[in-house]
């Protein structure tokens, strides 16, 4: 969380001299952070799913993703609830925020379908046992190889980003005879209040078809009398961490639009229509997301309402929640390294102090921070502390300036080695963007649930980083390897 420009208060701690804020509580937690499960014992340990997280870095190491299975079930039904129930939305679960065997496994029988964007993740939902029917398949460089597999396996649907892509598809069914359900991602020219790399629905970016410039109608034309082609409907998603309803109600009234207009120009009843993901998580208590029925409430009236003054019929609606789903329910837990206390700039006189808490991790496991000038919260999670709050910036142990996990955050005075610190809200685009850098290993992903931990994805080991590295003179070569039949 950003510090506060007023409420502070010089005092002196066990370090010497530091800038606190008035005496506040610093063991607590504040719920809308964290999972439904944690809780703080009278140990002052966080509690996850029945598991007391230093009993989980016993056994497992740290830095670990600690997900909470009844926070992220909870969380997926009360979108499949609130949408599917009331409204007869679909509602595809976005795996690129995190998706792991197990996970695939607890969104189909949750009754969710699942987007995927890659062939790797497509392979994931498979083996998770999730219906093909029920895979909605994303990309805006999807190869042919990508899309005659998608095919073959028989995905539910295709959402095409470009001419390209269309113009593969035709090829592919041309060939083989098959047909394929098909959406067509459309730019509404929505500014999203997001950051600029994470807002997807303004002109000037890499996804889509723009209906200002007409290569949106152009599309759909052009599947509309492909034979292989069977047009579903548009696709819009306008960005992501949104808390702002306006947002969706520009994008689908420009949507509907040309929904309208294709049915009046080509006689074409599109049936369905997606209007993507991207609802917003409480990262800190600055963030005040909406709940799912809040959602499916508003988003309806604004389709209804469009519709209605349009004179069409509502297409079968679909949303694309997976931060909102995932997100919430992990945390990730870290062992403090070292802590400095940094003088910040000010009077030479009684400056004011941060301190640096150096934890067992950073970037490689979470580059949201860096990459997106994102805010995190964090706790002490091993034990309570009496001592004062001071100021303090968790980074981590990369060769980089900028790694840094949590910018700004009051943690107690006391502090030290040995500390195990707990980030929340870490279950999206966390693990499923984590690298190596420094030749580091990912941490795993353990699943807690009713007092019990699940390694689902277990941690790396230098002899997973070993097997891709060919040495010379091994032999090692990439001759005879083949994916989906191609020789590689």
């Known amino acids: 969380m950003r510090a506060p420009e007023a409420g502070w208060a010089h005092a002196e701690g066990p370090r010497g001299p530091s800038w606190l804020r008035q005496p506040g509580e610093v063991n607590d937690l504040v719920p809308a952070l964290w999972s439904k499960t944690a809780h703080k014992n009278a140990d002052g340990a966080l509690v996850v799913g029945g598991v007391d997280v230093r009993d989980l870095v016993t056994e497992h190491g740290s830095p670990a993703y600690v997900l909470d299975e009844d926070d992220f079930r909870s969380r997926a039904r009360a979108f499949r609830d609130a949408f599917s129930d009331s409204t007869g939305w679909d ?50 460089n999807k190869t042919t190889v990508e899309l005659r597999r998608a095919i073959d396996v028989g995905v539910g649907r295709i959402v095409v980003d470009s001419f390209h892509e269309i113009a593969r598809l035709e090829q592919i069914t041309a060939a083989t005879g098959q047909k394929v359900r098909v959406m067509i991602r459309v730019t509404a020219g929505v500014e999203a209040h997001t950051h600029e790399y994470i ?53 689908a009234r420009r949507v509907l639009a040309l929904h309208a207009r294709v049915a009046e120009d080509l006689s074409v009843e599109m049936p369905e229509m997606d209007l993507g993901g991207g609802f917003g998580i409480a990262y800190t208590t600055q963030d005040d997301p909406a709940e799912p029925a809040v959602l499916a409430e508003e988003m309806s009236k604004i389709v209804a309402h469009e519709c209605k003054g349009l004179g069409i019929a509502e297409p079968r609606l679909s949303i694309e929640p997976g931060r909102a789903i995932a997100g919430p329910g ?86 030290d080695a040995g500390d195990l610190l707990a ?17 580091a290993l990912r941490p795993p992903v353990i699943a807690v649930r009713d007092g019990v931990a699940q390694v689902v994805v277990r941690r790396e080991t230098e002899d997973d980083l070993l097997a891709t590295d060919v040495t010379p003179g091994s032999g090692g070569s990439r001759d005879g390897v083949q994916v989906d039949g191609v020789q590689l």
């Open 330 to 415: 992990t945390c990730t837990v870290y062992e403090v390294g070292t802590v400095k206390e940094v003088a910040l700039d000010g009077p030479q006189a009684n400056r004011p102090v941060r301190f640096y808490v150096s934890v067992d991790g950073g970037m490689s496991d979470n580059i949201r921070t860096a990459l997106y000038d994102a805010d995190y919260s964090c706790t002490l999670a091993s034990r309570r502390s009496e001592a004062p709050p001071v100021l303090g910036r968790v980074v981590g142990k990369h060769c980089e300036s900028g790694d840094i996990v949590v910018m700004d955050e009051f943690v107690p005075a006391d502090i």
């Open 91 to 140: 509602v595809y679960y976005a795996g690129k925020a995190f998706l792991c065997t197990t996970v695939a496994g607890w969104i189909a029988e949750e009754g969710l379908c699942l987007d995927v964007c890659s062939n790797s993740e497509l392979t994931v939902a498979l083996r998770g046992g999730v219906d093909p029917a029920r895979i909605g398949y994303h990309g805006n």
């Open 199 to 251: 807002a997807t629905a303004h002109e000037d970016q890499k996804f889509g078809f723009s209906i200002t410039s007409g290569d949106a109608f152009e599309a759909v034309r052009r599947v509309h009398t492909a034979p292989g082609l069977d047009l579903l409907g548009l696709h819009s998603h306008i960005g992501s961490q949104i808390f702002d309803s306006s947002g969706f109600e520009v994008a």
């Open 423 to 439: 980030v929340p809200a870490t279950g999206a685009y966390c693990r499923s963007m984590a690298s190596n850098y420094n030749h």
